[in-house]
């Protein structure tokens, strides 16, 4: 498993969000609410899309389901000028990932599994309290085995 650890800066986003949990999982509905939509962005064309998620304080610690959290869709914009109807923006703060380039199913969670239950606790970081997102760029393709993304995850 290839993993790089990045410095990123502050990543503007315009797009739309839902709150969901694993059990009441809600993310088809927000493509199918962002993606006939997504022209209407300014440049949006070409840009990968980016699927985040936004956990409240202690999520991973005290692990449930059912927890609620945050999840938006949407792309990297220049600035907070110029937004649709219907879209909103958030910001994701500039900090240190790991990112991990996945390959397979997306409905496959054991990739999760080994970030979470392995790799982070013998990496010698902890996790970090900002947004977790998912990069999707031209070769993501939903429910197909040769699938590729990005998972980064905030670190410390």
Do not use: C
Request: net charge negative; proline share 7%.
């Amino acid at each position: 498993m290839q993993v790089n650890i990045i410095e990123q800066q502050e990543i503007v986003i315009i797009g739309m969000q839902a709150a969901m949990s694993l059990t009441a999982d809600n993310t088809s509905a927000l493509f199918r609410g962002f993606m006939p939509r997504k022209r209407e962005i300014s440049d949006a064309t070409n840009e990968p899309l980016f699927l985040i998620k936004v956990y409240p304080p202690n999520y991973f610690s005290a692990f449930n389901p059912n927890t609620s959290f945050t999840k938006w869709l949407g792309i990297k914009n220049s600035g907070l000028e110029n937004i649709p109807d219907g879209f909103e923006t958030m910001i994701i703060p500039a900090g240190k990932y790991a990112v991990f380039y996945y390959k397979g199913l997306n409905t496959d969670h054991s990739i999760f599994n080994y970030i979470f239950q392995d790799w982070i606790p013998q990496s010698g970081y902890q996790l970090d309290d900002r947004p977790h997102f998912d990069v999707l760029h031209e070769r993501y393709k939903n429910n197909d085995p040769e699938s590729e993304e990005e998972i980064w995850i905030p670190i410390k």
